[in-house]
T-cell receptor, first 113, second 116 residues
Framework: KAGVTQTPRYLIKTRGQQVTLSCSPI?????VSWYQQTPGQGLQFLFE???????NKGNFPGRFSGRQFSNSRSEMNVSTLELGDSALYLC????????????FGPGTRLTVT | KQEVTQIPAALSVPEGENLVLNCSFT??????LQWFRQDPGKGLTSLLL?????REQTSGRLNASLDKSSGRSTLYIAASQPGDSATYLC???????????????FGKGTLLTVNP
């Protein structure tokens, strides 16, 4: 069974640009969550989607947005990039029933210059 | 607001030693607690998941315990190996309404180094 996949794995962008990251969950998983990981703040929750609906959002500015498609794949978008957006962006999926165990992808390393 | 603390922040041990990593959380209203491993620059690998009704879970050389009332969990690693070197993170899922139960709150992790 394939794990969570994220594309691209690495990105270098310039301040002011925008970026779109993609996440494909484990087959059968309908919940997709996004987290930002930085050395200073650790892992911080961005948002969670289930059946194309955002159910929860973390404390991030409106420049961070996301969506989920009918096949459960999810994208997150960051507009007007800032240097502080440089981070590892992790996607996780779960069944949303029973144990709610979360499975993480390898992440997308975003560097903003 | 739920806060998760992991102590120590870093730990260095010789190969073969048994060790314990600690995780504490401020709000005992949790659905479950999950331990993860992260290798440098990589994603998170789920190690053990403990439901709030459980006291411990075991997988191979790993044993995780949960004391919900005191807000503590430990991850015990037996007979440590150099391949166990990684950052270990614990995360809790809260029990609450309003959507906040749909996220994990993470500790900052413990960086473990096992020396050959």
């Amino acid at each position: 069974k394939a794990g969570v996949t994220q594309t691209p794995r690495y990105l270098i962008k310039t301040r002011g640009q925008q970026v779109t990251l993609s996440c494909s969950p484990i087959s059968g998983h309908r919940s997709v969550s996004w987290y930002q990981q930085t050395p200073g703040q650790g892992l911080q929750f961005l948002f969670e989607y289930f059946s194309e609906t955002q159910r929860n959002k973390g404390n991030f500015p409106g420049r961070f947005s996301g969506r989920q498609f009918s096949n459960s794949r999810s994208e997150m978008n960051v507009s007007t990039l800032e240097l502080g957006d440089s981070a590892l962006y992790l996607c996780a999926s779960s069944r949303d029933t029973g144990s709610y165990e979360q499975y993480f992808g390898p992440g997308t390393r975003l560097t903003v210059t | 607001k739920q806060e998760v603390t992991q102590i120590p922040a870093a730990l260095s041990v010789p190969e073969g030693e048994n060790l314990v990593l600690n995780c504490s959380f401020t709000d005992s209203a949790i659905y479950n607690l999950q331990w993860f491993r992260q290798d440098p620059g990589k994603g998170l690998t789920s190690l053990l998941l403990i439901q709030s009704s459980q006291r411990e879970q075991t997988s191979g050389r790993l044993n995780a315990s949960l004391d919900k009332s005191s807000g503590r969990s430990t991850l015990y690693i037996a007979a440590s190996q150099p391949g166990d070197s990684a950052t270990y993170l614990c995360a809790v899922r809260p029990v609450s309404s309003g959507g906040s139960n749909y996220k994990l709150t993470f500790g900052k992790g413990t960086l473990l180094t096992v020396n050959p």
